[in-house]
Structure formats: C-alpha cells, structure tokens
C-alpha cells in the first residue's frame, strides 16, 4: 500500500515536498514513480527511482526542478519541487513496480490516491 501526502496551494516560484510512505512490502526492492494528472488528460510520468536509489531519472519538464529521493529504512520515496510553475498544477500519484526503470502508466503494479499540488500564478 502506498501513500501520497504533501500536496498544497504555494504560489509559483515556491516549492513543495512529497512523501510517499509504504507499508506491507518489500518496499526496498522496487522502483518507485512519481506522475501526475490534470482533469482531462493522460496521467503522465514525472520521475522514477530505482530500488537502491543510486538511480533517477525525470521527464523533461520538471528536470533541474523536481529532485526525487528515496528513504528505504522509513519505507518512504520523496520528491522535492521547486521552482513550481502554474503547468505544475496537478494531482500527483506514487507507485511502485519491479524490474527496471520504465515512464510508462502502465508498466506500475501498485498506486497511491494521489495528493493534488495546486500552484498560483
């Protein structure tokens, strides 16, 4: 099970950070995702990391921006957002796959219920 939280109204220019908290797997072993979704449109990839976390990688969109981190000794995957922009603006979702790196949808067993990032301009 995995859940998202620190979602928030900030303005933009300002910055965020979102946990994704694991319970009842072997967390630690798989890669974990970040997407996001705005009403209407596809959910899309935002950054992943690997298992031993020595690995990320990130759309272009949010590179140089949005840092992903993961803590596997609280189970917890994080990503720091800075520089948020009123595009940013979405529902955000953890999830968590085996196997190696991949951005798509559906390539991700287990998902979170999403935390909504909301930026002002």
């Known amino acids: 099970q995995l859940q998202a939280s620190g979602g928030g109204l900030v303005q933009a220019g300002g910055s965020l950070r979102l946990s994704c908290a694991a319970s009842?797997?072997?967390?630690?072993?798989?890669?974990v995702g970040w997407f996001r979704q705005v009403p209407g449109k596809e959910r899309e990839f935002v950054a992943a990391i690997s298992w031993r976390g020595e690995s990320d990688y990130y759309a272009d969109s949010v590179k140089g921006r949005f840092t992903i981190s993961r803590d596997n000794a609280k189970n917890t995957v994080y990503l720091e957002m800075n520089s948020l922009k009123s595009e940013d603006t979405a529902v955000y979702y953890c999830?968590?796959?085996?196997?190696?790196?991949?951005?798509?949808?559906?390539?991700?067993?287990?998902w979170g219920q999403g935390t909504l990032v909301t930026v002002s301009s």
């Open positions: 999830a968590a796959k085996t196997g190696g790196r991949d951005t798509r949808v559906s390539a991700y067993d287990y």
């Open positions: 009842g797997r072997a967390f630690s072993s798989y890669v």
